[in-house]
C-alpha cells in the first residue's frame, strides 16, 4: 500500500518514535523507498563570513547527526534508504520533498525541537497535516 515512505526527523522523542514506526510499516509492508528528510532552517546571511560558514557547518553536522539516529532507530528494512538534508522551513521542505518525490505517506513525530510548540500539535506536524497531498502519520 505505501510503498514510498517520508519520514521527517529531527531528533527530538517523537521523532525517533516515529523512525520506529516507520521502519515497521516499511518492513510489514515492503515497501520500496524509506526517505529520511531532515530540514533546518536557513542560516542568517546577516551572520556574514567566516561565521555563516560555521554555523552552516555545525547545522551540517547536526543533521549527519540527527539521519544517523533516524537509521538507527529506523533498522534494517527490504526496501532502499534516502537521506535528504535541507535548508529551509522544515514543513515547506517535507511538504516539497514528498510532492517532488511522488511519497505514499509521511510519518512525522507530533512535537519537534522547534522553539514554540503549537496548540495541539507542533507547528511543524499542523502544516503538513494541512498542506500535504498524500495520508500523514503523526506519531506521539
Known sequence: ??????LAA??????LHAAKTAGNLARGMGSRILR??????????????PNMQSA???RMSEADK??????????????EVHTEVLEGPPAEAILEVAKT????LIVMGSRG??????????????KVVQHATCPVLIVR
Not at 529531527?10 to 521523532?15: I, L, P
Not at 529520511?36 to 563570513?49: D, K
Open 1 to 6: 500500500m505505501y510503498q514510498h515512505i517520508l
Open 10 to 15: 529531527d531528533g527530538s522523542e517523537n521523532a
Open 36 to 49: 529520511i528528510v531532515v530540514a533546518f532552517e536557513p542560516v542568517p546571511s546577516y551572520l556574514g563570513e
Open 56 to 58: 552552516i557547518s555545525a
Open 66 to 79: 540527527v539521519l544517523r539516529k533516524a537509521q538507527k532507530a529506523v533498522g534494517e528494512i527490504l526496501g
Open 101 to 104: 518525490r511522488h511519497v505514499d
Open 113 to 126: 525541537l522547534g522553539r514554540l510548540a503549537g496548540v495541539l500539535l507542533g507547528s511543524q506536524s499542523q
